[in-house]
């Protein structure tokens, strides 16, 4: 399942370099989250690192974008170029 930021996000900008699929990027009011690209940081991290840095804990599972762990790693091997 992708993650997504909710409207109590604050900008505060530690999300966004925490990403290693670049899938965060500031939108016109909050920053966002690119369904297509978040992996949950499936293949580089145990945890996702921008729910770890978050201080509005504002990164909850984004329910239109449901994935299980096998298909998050098969968009991480698509995504790094290893699939």
């Avoid at 992996?39 to 974008?65: L, S």
Wanted: charged share 25%; hydrophobic share 30%; net charge negative.
């Amino acid at each position: 399942m992708a993650l997504m930021i909710t409207d109590e996000c604050i900008n505060c900008d530690v999300c966004e370099p925490e990403c290693p699929n670049n899938a965060i990027s500031q939108g016109e009011e909050i920053y966002v989250i690119d369904p297509n690209l978040c992996t949950e940081c499936v293949g580089h991290y145990d945890e996702p690192q921008c729910q770890q840095v978050c201080p509005v804990d504002c990164i909850p599972h984004d329910p239109a974008h449901e994935e299980n762990k096998d298909e998050l790693m098969a968009k991480y091997l698509i995504i790094s170029g290893q699939a």
